[in-house]
């Protein structure tokens, strides 16, 4: 009976001991980031029969398991990814809003300082000091914009370069947890990995704010594989892959994620990243090349309508004016809005036709043997068809994209071209006036809309000269059929004679009065997209007249006609556009912050309530802990005298 009751005795000190260990292993580690509070469980030893009866033999420790539920510690992995997502998509564009706000305002103003020295010019169109100072704000808003570019576009590599700098932390993660899978794999069972499992998890939770995370347990292992984004395998048993970053093809810019496995190379797809890497992804193919579309859109804008209107007019010398800034469709310019994949031998130019159909986005030219398709922004495709000289080429959304030197490739071979018309407007636009002189403020042709108009087309004056007998005031109006021109002479209110009075919606139309039955002079040219029964009051002066400034009117027009964007917005509303969206977005952002905090924090609080530790309640388990080892002992007290008394009766 004493030597039962010593084993009692002793398996209750050993129970005890270890209630108190754990105990104090959960209190020291109170402040520990990601501890799971253990929980010794602790079971009645097998009964021994003796004399009609069993009787207890005392207790054991079955197993130390965690206070932890697998679902609760899901979704704040989940709800981490969510919030880190947002904070730094605020994080980015409360960067862009500021930006909108302060840097890209100076180019809406310089342009707008610009308008309002041409409207000074108009009252004194002889001005020479008038006219120096126009060229300065000219000049002021190119650079402006430039800088305006400029600065997105650091902002654009400051975000690559913070992508790449999270991709070294996610690598160290991954190598961080593929450790602690190989000491997982070397204990026989989860007793003793209590602390692995968290030191697993916490490395889980931070991997989370870089990336979606899906934790997957391995049948037969204590080894867990981690998948990031849409299914793409971090770290398998004991081995972890590597992210990089690699450039974009054909635009190196686009740097993209790939994982990386021996010699090869897997792009990751952006869209279902998640967390910080995805919510910088997506501000820089979202919002940063948007921006930057809408910063081109409006240089490009601004730039071709100024020289339009310079090249219709005439300037202090009496000759026909010259382009103000830069021409947008320079060769270097067209070819530079194609970006094609390395080594590719093909020649391919973009001609910006009409700004008023320009769209935002790229486009995808792809090339096949014998076919080229181009892919807009919404997945439609149109064919390119050979032109008269023999080239692949086609006309969308105001562009005219030539192949002039296709690609060679082999039969079931294909080549994606890259089109960004307007990725580098911004850039590229400079002056390219110097002479005040130059400037074109006569007007030998005037055209007025007709208010009730439904079309975009324009009226320009030829580049030829037109005799001063020709000046009068006429009316241009189409026919219901939108095939035909009339021009009336609102002096005699007869019609004048014309070589053709055809018209092309697509391709518009060049007005010349006949003279005589064998002669004729080219007065004025019709844009595309004019509609049924549109009219024009067009006004014909002098070809040589010193101080004119119908020029410069017209040119101040500019500043609010709605000549972009299908007819829905002037050169500064594009802007105004930017700003905008710019600001809705991080509105959004803010909000999205805000719900996704409240998710994190409910998440939080939840795992902590289930496997935080309490320092009250393991204050009473060491006390209550401590009284138990005292009582054991005095139950092996107990089982010796017992021993000790029987001995001495022997």
Do not use: C
Not at 159 to 188: C, F, M
Not at 238 to 257: C, H, M, R
Not at 328 to 348: V, Y
Not at 378 to 407: C, H, M, S, W, Y
């Amino acid at each position: 009976m004493a030597v039962d009751l010593m084993q009692i005795g002793v398996s209750g000190l050993r129970t005890s001991q270890k209630q108190l260990d754990v105990a104090s292993h959960n209190i020291t580690n109170v402040n520990t980031p990601g501890y799971s509070r253990q929980v010794v469980e602790q079971k009645t030893d097998n009964a021994q029969w003796n004399g009609n009866n069993y009787y207890g033999t005392g207790a054991y420790i079955d197993n130390v398991s965690r206070a932890y539920d697998q679902f609760a510690a899901r979704e704040l992995t989940l709800s981490t990814t969510q919030l880190e997502e947002a904070n730094v998509k605020q994080q980015h564009l409360a960067m862009l809003d500021d930006f909108t706000s302060k840097s890209a305002v100076n180019s809406v103003n310089s342009m707008n300082d610009f308008y309002h020295s041409v409207r000074s010019l108009a009252d004194n169109p002889s001005d020479l000091g008038s006219r120096q100072t126009v060229l300065e704000h000219a000049n002021q808003a190119a650079v402006n914009l430039n800088n305006s570019h400029e600065t997105l576009t650091n902002i654009r590599t400051d975000v690559n370069q913070q992508l790449s700098v999270s991709l070294e932390r996610v690598n160290a993660l991954g190598q961080e947890l593929a450790a602690v899978n190989t000491s997982l794999q070397q204990q026989s069972s989860s007793d003793g990995s209590n602390d692995l499992f968290d030191q697993q998890r916490t490395l889980i939770n931070e991997l989370a704010k870089y990336t979606q995370v899906t934790v997957l347990a391995d049948k037969g292992s204590l080894a867990n594989t981690v998948i990031i984004g849409s299914g793409d395998t971090l770290v398998s048993g004991v081995t972890a892959s590597q992210l990089k970053l690699i450039d974009g093809d054909p635009d190196i810019a686009n740097k993209q994620i790939a994982l990386i496995n021996g010699n090869n190379s897997k792009p990751i797809k952006s869209d279902a990243i998640g967390g910080s890497l995805g919510a910088m992804l997506t501000v820089r193919d979202d919002v940063i090349d948007k921006s930057l579309d809408q910063l081109g859109q409006m240089a490009i804008g601004f730039g071709s309508q100024m020289n339009d209107l310079q090249q219709q007019g005439v300037d202090l010398n009496g000759q026909q004016g010259q382009a103000l800034f830069n021409d947008i469709n320079s060769t270097e310019a067209m070819s530079q809005r194609a970006l094609k994949p390395f080594g590719s031998d093909s020649a391919i130019s973009v001609k910006i036709d009409d700004i008023n159909q320009l769209k935002l986005g790229d486009y995808q030219l792809v090339s096949k043997a014998t076919s080229h398709t181009l892919v807009d922004q919404q997945g439609n495709e149109t064919v390119l068809t050979a032109n008269t000289k023999g080239k692949f080429a086609a006309k969308v959304d105001g562009l005219e994209i030539t192949i002039n030197t296709p690609p060679t490739l082999m039969a079931g071979e294909t080549e994606t071209t890259i089109i960004q018309p307007l990725r580098r407007g911004a850039a590229d636009i400079s002056l390219a006036m110097t002479d005040p002189r130059g400037l074109a403020g006569h007007r030998p042709l005037t055209a007025v809309a007709a208010e009730s108009n439904t079309g975009s087309a324009t009226i320009a004056k030829v580049s030829t000269a037109v005799p001063d007998n020709f000046g009068g005031n006429y009316q241009v109006k189409f026919n219901d059929k939108l095939d035909q021109i009339t021009v009336t002479d609102l002096k005699t209110n007869t019609n004048v004679e014309l070589v053709d009075n055809s018209y092309s919606v697509d391709d518009g139309a060049t007005i010349a009065f006949k003279t005589s039955d064998t002669t004729s002079i080219p007065v004025m040219t019709i844009s595309a997209n004019a509609a049924a029964n549109d009219s024009f009051e067009i006004e014909i002066g002098a070809q040589n007249s010193q101080g004119g400034n119908g020029n410069f009117l017209a040119m101040q027009q500019v500043q609010h006609q709605k000549t972009m964007a299908d007819g829905k917005s002037s050169v500064i509303d594009v802007f105004e556009g930017l700003a905008t969206d710019v600001g809705m977005l991080k509105k959004n952002a803010d909000k999205l912050s805000e719900v996704n905090q409240l998710d994190f924090d409910s998440a939080s609080e939840r795992v902590s309530n289930l496997s935080g530790v309490n320092l009250d309640e393991e204050a009473a388990n060491l006390m209550k802990f401590q009284q138990s080892y005292m009582a054991s002992s005095r139950i092996m007290s107990v089982a010796k005298e017992t021993f000790d008394t029987l001995m001495r009766a022997v």
